[in-house]
């Protein structure tokens, strides 16, 4: 069974700086698909980026971009000028690639708090 | 696009009361979850809908919680009768292509 790993429970940065989430997973298959999702206080799931195994590329969108490392199974999450917005819980998500059949597993969360 | 609605956002009850949760997806979304996300923890699946029928309902709790998808579009997550351990943030959430959408949850709350 897949599984998924956040080692940090809590993170602060200081507003404009830079700060790197981990994530860790385990999976036996080659394809698959890795998110990291926003959870503010209100709880709804903000999809921040999104990671396709078989592209070497990491991926970015804005502020956010990703450190891919396939065979060491890592993915982590890097966020620039962090803002007082990006105050959130963080967390890493593995979806597998069979095709509709597949569901999101969570890790346990990072709680980002922003420093002004 | 409309995204994915959940209703209701907030809902307390005491235990061994029932409680209703509808979800109506992203249109043209066939796969349908609901998640059950107790305070400081990740999401957890609850029930996978593939149109009307169920994918995986491995970690549903079968002797008080129910849900259904009859048409393949909206759906409905009840449980009956509640336990103070049922408290958390109900998610439903919608497949479109690679990416799983979420609507904004049903808070639950059993006193």
């Known amino acids: ?116 | 696009e409309a995204g994915v609605a959940q209703s209701p956002r907030y809902k307390i009850i005491e235990k061994r009361q029932s409680v209703a949760f509808w979800c109506n997806p992203i249109s043209g979304h066939a796969t349908l979850y609901w998640y059950q996300q107790i305070l400081g923890q990740g999401p957890k699946l609850l029930i996978q809908f593939q149109n009307n029928g169920v994918v995986d309902d491995s970690q549903l709790p079968k002797d008080r919680f129910s849900a259904e998808r009859l048409k393949g579009v909206d759906s409905t997550l009840k449980i009956q009768p509640a336990k103070l351990e049922d408290s958390a943030v109900y998610l439903c959430a919608t497949r479109g292509g690679n990416t799983i959408y979420f609507g904004e949850g049903s808070w639950l709350t059993v006193v």
Do not use: H
């Not at chain 1, 298959?29 to 990671?51: A, C, G, N, T």
């Open chain 1, 1 to 116: 069974a897949q599984t998924v790993t956040q080692s940090q429970p809590e993170m602060s940065v200081q507003e404009a700086e830079t700060v790197t989430l981990s994530c860790t997973y385990d999976t036996s298959e080659s394809d698959y698909y890795l998110f990291w999702y926003k959870q503010p206080p209100s709880r709804q799931m903000i999809l921040v980026i999104r990671q396709e195994a078989y592209k070497q590329q990491n991926a970015t969108e804005n502020r956010f971009s990703v450190n891919f490392q396939k065979a060491a199974k890592s993915f982590s999450l890097k966020i620039s000028d962090s803002q007082l917005g990006d105050a959130a819980m963080y967390f890493c998500a593995y979806l597998g690639y069979g095709g509709s059949q597949g569901n999101l597993i969570f890790g346990k969360g990072t709680k980002l708090s922003v420093k002004p």
